[in-house]
């Protein structure tokens, strides 16, 4: 019922910046949080950020002043802006929202991954 599309990833320089967005689409009655998270190869997904519906952030320490998540609620969309990018920020990231559908109600859905890679 739910689709998340990412877009923004790339490949970049050690303390360069990207942008991720993710817009939701579908027969959403609303949208609560929705975060950012990542998985590196032979790692465990990690919670990047989080931005409650009322705008209240959450931060991985990794990151903790150099990304920053914010969302526009009418768009249905979430971006991540990443700077000072470091190699260990090479991963996939992934979009994740708690969505309340029209009919089937609340479920957590994610986004198909973007490749964020940081390389000299």
């Known amino acids: 019922q739910v689709q998340l599309v990412e877009s923004g990833g790339g490949l970049v320089q050690p303390g360069g910046s990207l942008r991720l967005s993710c817009a939701a689409s579908?027969?959403?009655?609303?949208?609560?949080?929705m975060g950012w998270y990542r998985q590196a190869p032979g790692k465990q997904r990690e919670l990047v950020a989080i931005?409650?519906?009322?705008?209240?952030?959450n931060y991985a320490d990794s990151v903790k002043g150099r990304f920053t998540i914010s969302r526009d609620n009418a768009k249905n969309t979430v971006s991540l802006q990443m700077n000072s990018l470091k190699p260990e920020d090479t991963a996939v990231y992934y979009c994740?929202?708690?969505?309340?559908?029209?009919?089937?109600?609340?479920?957590?859905?994610w986004g198909q991954g973007t490749q964020v890679t940081v390389s000299s």
């Open positions: 994740n929202a708690n969505i309340r559908m029209v009919v089937s109600g609340l479920h957590d859905y």
């Open positions: 579908g027969s959403i009655f609303s949208i609560n949080a």
């Open positions: 931005i409650t519906s009322g705008g209240s952030t």
